[in-house]
Nanobody, 121 residues
Framework: QLVESGGGLVQAGGSLRLSCAASGFTLKQYSIAWFREVPGQEREGVLCFDRRDGSTNYADFVKGRFTMSRDNAEKTAYLQMNSLNLEDTAVYYC????????????????WGQGTQVSVSS
C-alpha cells in the first residue's frame, strides 16, 4: 500500500510537502504519479515520473511550482508544492503504476489514501 501524509491548511503563497511511503514494496520499478480531486470534479493528473525514461511531466497549472523527488531507498516519494493558490485546494493522491502518458499515470497498481490540501486567502 501507499501511505500519504503532509497535507493541511496553508495560506496562499505558502508551501507544503506531501509524502507517499510504500509499505511492503519499493517504488523502484514503478512510475509515480500524483493526482488531485475536487468534490464533484474528475480526478486530474498533476505530474508523472516515468520510470521508462526517467522523465517527469507536469500539468501546465503546476509547472514551476510543484516538483517530485524520491528518497535514495526508493521507498518514499515526495511532492513539493510551492506558491500555492486557492485553486490548488483538493485531495491529493499518489499512485504507483507502469507508465505515464504526459502528466497522467496509467496501469496503476497502488493508490495512496489521499491527503487534503486546503489553501486559504
Amino acid at each position: 500500500q501507499l501511505v500519504e501524509s503532509g497535507g493541511g491548511l496553508v495560506q496562499a503563497g505558502g508551501s507544503l510537502r506531501l509524502s507517499c511511503a510504500a509499505s511492503g514494496f519499493t517504488l523502484k520499478q514503478y512510475s509515480i504519479a500524483w493526482f488531485r480531486e475536487v468534490p464533484g470534479q474528475e480526478r486530474e493528473g498533476v505530474l508523472c515520473f516515468d520510470r521508462r525514461d526517467g522523465s517527469t511531466n507536469y500539468a501546465d497549472f503546476v509547472k514551476g511550482r510543484f516538483t517530485m523527488s524520491r528518497d535514495n531507498a526508493e521507498k518514499t516519494a515526495y511532492l513539493q508544492m510551492n506558491s500555492l493558490n486557492l485553486e490548488d485546494t483538493a485531495v491529493y493522491y499518489c499512485a504507483a503504476g507502469y507508465y505515464c502518458r504526459g502528466f497522467r499515470g496509467y496501469e496503476i497498481d497502488y493508490w495512496g489514501q489521499g491527503t487534503q490540501v486546503s489553501v486559504s486567502s
